[in-house]
């Protein structure tokens, strides 16, 4: 699968927890997030370097922005706890593996390990 059908997929079955995603799927996606993340941390980077705003910038509300980025964010969690599943159920292991994320540093290797694998044709029983 290419990198933009990945992003069309990703976005398409958002929400989706049964059927399968590709290796390929799974690792753009997984790229893109990456990349995303560095961009936000320079961004983050330059702005903390700015002087200070005047103080009568400083008290102005700012709870749309943040309730923004809040859907956002949470949008793209669902995202993308939802192509893990579908990555682990393509490897003929259930969704539940999902949860190895919150045991803290084994968790996210082991599920690194898990998505890495190659399909199993076994997996097909999560198709609905």
């Not at 705003?53 to 995202?79: I, S």
Request: glycine share 8%; net charge positive; proline share 6%.
């Amino acid at each position: 699968m290419g990198p933009l059908r990945a992003v069309g997929n990703f976005f398409r079955k958002g929400t989706t927890f049964s059927g399968r995603a590709s290796r390929s799927e799974y690792w753009w996606i997984a790229l893109y997030v990456a990349l995303l993340s560095v961009v936000q941390q320079v961004l983050l980077d330059r702005r903390s370097k700015k002087p200070h705003a005047p103080e009568k910038q400083r008290h102005q509300p700012r709870v749309l922005p943040v309730l923004g980025a809040l859907a956002g964010v949470t949008a793209l969690v669902t995202c993308n706890v939802s192509l893990s599943v579908r990555r682990l159920h393509d490897v003929n292991r259930s969704g539940w593996w999902f949860l190895l994320t919150f045991i803290p540093g084994l968790g996210t290797v082991a599920l690194m390990v898990l998505s890495s694998l190659p399909s199993n044709p076994r997996g097909a029983r999560f198709d609905r």
